[in-house]
């Protein structure tokens, strides 16, 4: 409403915080994006469609899942015993509809969105569509909601939980565990299922088909991430250092990931320092809270270091993590949560064994990330099993061969030479138009020498 | 069997393969390339300075063909791809000695 | 100033609507060159670049019109009858300067911008540029600072304007009046004036050449739309509620879109997911404040099939709305707008029918919608044909077949395959340097075997 | 932490100004990888990744050394008679933990990137990588953090410091003197001593490889800009200027340049477009809070036309500033600042010649103008040569040949016809695991018929 | 000497390589080329309009051998790039009058 | 009538160009093409795995000439293309049994 309300327009009764939480929610909401071009980038040209359109169809499903059932599985009271919330508490969003909740749970739903999206990277050029949609339907409902719940809401690793209780509340300011670790492990799950793409490991075609597109993709993640981690900062000072440490992760996870290219394959490469950035904020996302920026730059340079390492493994181990979910995901995932167990500066009664917490931290850290793992590992093995046995999760050979793009989407990314790939192309719309009778004029126009 | 070269103009291809297509022939093989000929050029300017651009995009066609019938592809492929102005293209054509298709191992007029 | 102040820079009286004003302007701002993308993907490659030029015209233009006269055009008060403000009483913006009111201004001008981009997309790879620019200022002026005015402002359509009086206040929060379905009759006028593309419906040369930069261009436009439709929001609740539309519609609207694809023609692609995204954002803006979430997910998944129905359409009767601005701006826009009739929830007196709120909004939206298709309808129409007759609307057939980068910008949008085609793609620069007459240094050591 | 702590978020104690602050500092941020793909897309293929390497490395290096002892540098007490701030008073930012200041030197940071990476469009596909690491290092250190602490901290060019006592203290509001006239110099130091590419004037190939690449780039430069000029606003009224100008200014330059393409060359380009854009943003980077908007219109018009111009010279001097860093940044950069003698509206007893202000503030402009161009001048000078006569600057000849992208970084941009030239671009992945004794799996297995 | 011209599926074209390399040849030029003949295209939609696509991405080889090798060399490569369904490819064979390396300015079948 | 076809390093590519140009040559096509030979590729690394490229970018010419041009031209092209390392390319020579000039329909050397 650019003019009417000019004076309502000033005298807003929107508070700092809130203002903060509608920016950082939408920042967050960019990275999706953003994480379909990095991603996209990374796989041949014949699949990039495919794999950006894993992205936007979380955006599509979870979007409307998340209005329907899933913000009730965020805000009610528990059930299950603390597995979850209930679903149907608040369907439609409506016990939330008029309150300052609503806000929370927007900047909630970006996760759920993010998380799963994440996953895609891992099965690239060879999942069917079709059963990608139903996946990220049944998954985000009975992982992701329950495991965030868990986590960050009245849930079983809360201060009253069942397994807070035991072994303590993990540090998790932003999604070590229940983003990126989450995501990691479902992803090597359905890695497993359905198997390696046909060439893997020798078929030089599956080299990243565009560069620049990745790099920009890191970009947006980076800045969409100062959402990520500072949104829910609820002091200055905290903002402040979420907003440092956010900065200089990343950057010193690049300088790593560069540098250990560089020993190992003589070149430091665009696609290391773009894979660097998101590692270093993988590393940094459970702790941009909790360390100093001397302690970030330490997380997220080792976090730099095993992730450029780790993504080479896939060759000897035959496991065709395609984009290296788990390589970057999963192993700064990790680092990230368990060096908090060192590197966590005292505050609300823990800290880290560097600063004299002791070990017990580390103890919750690793606990959680153990209960994560099995979590997702077993619900995401299941659902996985139902899908192969009845829709099938992967393409045919054929399919395969021809492209995931062409055979899934009917389309094919670029035509950048027209004049010449647009008659190569193809033909005038054979059939410009649905459930007409008549012969569509194009077609039968097209001999005209006009 | 003869094996007939065409470079046309890209805005004339479709008009080619329809005519082609039309006259029955059962193969062919074509891509994009540039063209240096009597055609002028267009220049483009990036941040004032200017470049000439005298190499232009045509398409072209290849299609193995039996002897009797290179006579009338020509013209058809002539007619089809003229417009009357220079840059319309050429047409050449080169003795073939044998021909297979790879799917079947067929040699000769039979493998066009 | 990055470091200096440091004190003021947190001591500053910014108010957290202010900041929240400041931050949605640069969103919308941001929205312009998301659709110079998102367009520019979707024409052939020999016209991305006049296509993505239109828009930062519009920019360029709209930018300086509205410091000289548009602003003023929105903030004095009414002349002609409520027709418009008068545009020299802030020439200059001078009567603003200083105030609060600069800051809504700020905001006003961006929607102006991209209601003007808009209309570009209907004549893709044939418009005069020169043209183009002149258009931007005239329709700018005569078309869009009135009919902002007129909804949003204190004319025809304030509750004490003439028509508002007679039909009562539409309810359009963000702009399904001013700004879709005004672009989007421009565009339908714009077409019948230039006529179809060489080939329209036969060359296949016509399909997108860049689906992943569409895919972005629609990400950037729904990350900035947050700033859209959430910018004008007066209290957390409202802003929470928009936000929450602004995430769901688009995600209804992208699978209900697919869906239709999927059923009609076999796949869903992904410029049907980055079309219906456009189309949830469309349809959501002018009630986004106005319907609950569920209520936003019905009106977009309509408004999604029924744009994804409509733009087939253009082949069966011939009409050449290149990149569809018809099809999903004034589509999507009518849907949106209409359907606030029956989902209006109850505010100031006014509801849908489904609230019992009587047929009574539902004739005021259809009086709105009427009179803006006339408005724009008759003063483009106008517009059109004068320049038409004078400047020209249309490049030559000859241009038209070489491409209108290189004829109208003297430019071709990619070099990809660089030591080949720089080499091929010409000399070195024949006249590096205006106005000089020496021969120019490069071209004379050209033969050099340097 | 989307969930957890409903309440907190919403109670947070930020205020307006350092929500503003936190979100502006997150915008120029983004302007870094904006300006790698705004210079990426003008370099040839061959050259793009290491173009935006240079930038990455500038974000990766230059956050680290922040950390470490930049941020001191901005953050201290004057050494040196003014010259710096001590930079180990706060090593690893540990003085402003916990205080406000830390989010003033995040914003600061931001700045410090970004003029590093300015120079590098000077010195395109031909510069090796880690001189430029190095360089970029020890360049933000002795010449970057100095120069910006003089003019906007307790620095010689503050109202106390050695030159603000005898010559005034300059009106700089976000960086024409620390930013752009700096990065301008010192990439007119680095061009005389790398030397001019191969082919420089000659070489076709030397044209822009992906023109919407640029535009896309300069879209996020100008989107980011908004933080960068109205971040260190302090009041509601300042901020919507500094918006309005930011805006406005721009606008009027791209008209400007491409009005001077237009009579100059016949056609009115997209690089212009987005040329004149970034020349806008320069010349009003330091005027920003000091001149109307019809002021801001003006020097920025003039901006645009100067540089248009300027960045023909280069082929008549034979100076290889490639992606037009001085003809950009440098000739745009002294218009906005000396232009300021003229336009600047009375503040804190100083105002511009046209508004009566006398000559007094020219004349401190321009004094501020000749320090930074010899300070910046005689350091990189003296930086520049040593790393020539030890590390070396630039490629070999062969390397600059093939490529700067596969001969640094082992990489090319693009692989867009993926069967083909994917089987084209290689054979299977000859050593995927570092270190591994055994015959790698994929090569061994490249000869099955799978 | 004659030139081998050789229009194969892409993704057997690693195959055709590997087989020429095994068998010794010294050098080859290849491209991607569109190719059309008997076999069936695919369909591509955009926004509801629907593109049939009847050229159809292939990779041409050619190479210049000694005429005693011509026919193990085409055997060669039918026999590595078969995989028995339409749309295989084709090879034909073309007289060479002259070859010169360009390095050396060496001529005749020693420039192979 | 006979066919060059040249094979040569893109960065030669317009010195090649220019010496035709002076020499007279009316016309031309030229292609980016990929080529295998004696010369040595180089390597790629992505996320740790290397890659060999072993097929190189080259730019290819052909143009049909007079028979008693071929000699000539040959040594025109061979000239300007060299730089002697291993990698300048390949020049062949065909027969070429007709050509016709689309825009006119002229045949033989006449359409050249
Ligand atoms: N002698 C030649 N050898 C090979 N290709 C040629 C030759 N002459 C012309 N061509 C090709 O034909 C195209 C058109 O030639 P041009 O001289 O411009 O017009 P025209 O065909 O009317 O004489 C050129 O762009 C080039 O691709
Ligand atoms: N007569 C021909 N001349 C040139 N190229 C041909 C000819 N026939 C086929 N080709 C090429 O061979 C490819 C395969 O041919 P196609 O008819 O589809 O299958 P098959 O080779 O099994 O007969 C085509 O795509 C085309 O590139
Ligand atoms: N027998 C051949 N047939 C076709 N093209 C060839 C042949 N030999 C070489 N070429 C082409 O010539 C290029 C250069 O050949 P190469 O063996 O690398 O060096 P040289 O030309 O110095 O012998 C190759 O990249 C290839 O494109």
């Known amino acids: 409403m650019p003019t009417r309300n000019r004076d309502e327009v000033i005298r807003v009764e929107l508070t700092a915080g809130h203002v903060w939480t509608v920016v950082a929610a939408g920042l967050v909401f960019f990275m999706t994006p953003g994480l379909a071009l990095f991603y996209g980038g990374m796989t041949r040209a014949k699949g990039v469609l495919n794999m950006m359109m894993m ?42 509809m008029g309150t300052e909740d609503l806000l929370s749970s927007d900047f ?61 509340e993990p540090i998790d300011f932003a999604g070590g565990l229940a983003v990126h670790i989450n995501a990691g492990i479902a992803a090597l799950v359905l890695i497993l299922l359905i198997g390696a793409r046909r060439g893997f490991g020798r078929d030089s075609g599956q080299r ?60 430091a490469t665009s696609l290391g320092a773009a894979s660097g950035v998101v590692a270093g904020l993988v590393a940094i996302t459970p702790a941009c809270a909790n360390v100093t920026p001397l ?12 992730s450029a390492i780790a993504v080479g493994l896939k060759y000897r181990i035959h496991l065709d993590d395609s984009l290296d979910v788990c390589g970057v995901h999963l192993v700064s995932g990790i680092v990230g949560t368990v060096a908090l167990g060192f590197l966590a500066i005292p505050s609300e009664g823990r800290a880290g064994v560097f600063y004299g917490g002791g070990w017990g931290l580390l103890g919750t850290q690793l606990a959680a990330t153990l209960f994560v793992t099995l979590y997702t590992g077993v619900l995401t093995l299941v659902i996985g ?32 030479k027209d004049e010449a790939t647009g008659y190569f192309a193809g033909q005038a719309p054979a059939r410009p138009l649905p459930g007409t009778a008549e012969a569509p004029v194009p077609a039968a126009s097209k001999g005209d020498n006009q | 069997m003869k094996l007939i070269t065409a470079v046309v103009r890209p805005e004339k291809f479709s008009d080619v393969k329809d005519a082609l297509e039309s006259y029955g022939v059962q193969g ?78 067929e040699l000769g007029d039979v493998a066009l």
């Open chain 1, 55 to 96: 992205s936007f169809a979380a955006l599509g499903v979870v979007g409307v899942v998340w209005v329907l059932w899933g913000g009730s599985m965020l805000a009610g009271d528990p059930v299950l015993g603390g597995l979850t919330a209930d679903p149907f508490a608040h369907f439609g969003l409506h016990g939330l």
């Open chain 1, 108 to 168: 909630s739903v970006t996760f759920a969105i993010i998380t799963v999206a994440l996953i895609s990277g891992a099965i690239a050029d060879r999942a069917r569509f079709g059963t990608w949609v139903v996946f990220t339907l049944v998954w985000v409902t009975l992982v992701y909601f329950p495991l965030a719940y868990m986590v960050w809401g009245d849930g079983l690793f809360s201060e009253d939980g069942a397994l807070g209780r035991i072994f303590g």
């Open chain 1, 208 to 267: 990243p088909h565009n560069l620049p597109l990745v790099m920009l993709g890191s970009a947006i993640l980076w800045f969409g991430w100062f959402g990520f981690n500072a949104g829910a900062a609820t002091t200055v000072e905290q903002a402040a250092l979420i907003w440092t440490n956010t900065l200089v992760a990343p950057a010193a996870a690049m300088l790593a990931w560069l540098l250990t290219e560089r020993i190992r394959d003589g070149h």
């Open chain 1, 295 to 306: 302690g970030a730059i330490l997380l997220s340079a080792v976090a730099g270091a095993c």
């Open chain 1, 385 to 416: 099993l139902v899908l192969k046995a009845t829709m099938g999760l992967r393409i045919t050979r054929r399919d395969e061969v021809i492209g995931v793009d062409l055979t899934q989407h009917a389309e094919s990314a670029y035509s950048l």
């Open chain 2, 28 to 105: 062919m093989t074509v891509l994009t390339v540039h063209g240096y000929g009597r055609q002028r050029g267009h220049r483009e300017v990036y941040r004032g300075a200017e470049y000439t651009v005298d190499l232009l995009e045509k398409v072209r066609i290849e299609t193995v063909v039996e002897d009797g019938e290179v006579q009338d592809l020509v013209d058809v492929i002539v007619t089809s791809a003229r417009t009357g102005e220079p840059g319309d293209g050429k047409v050449w054509v080169t003795p073939v000695e044998n021909t297979v298709r790879v799917s079947t191992g």
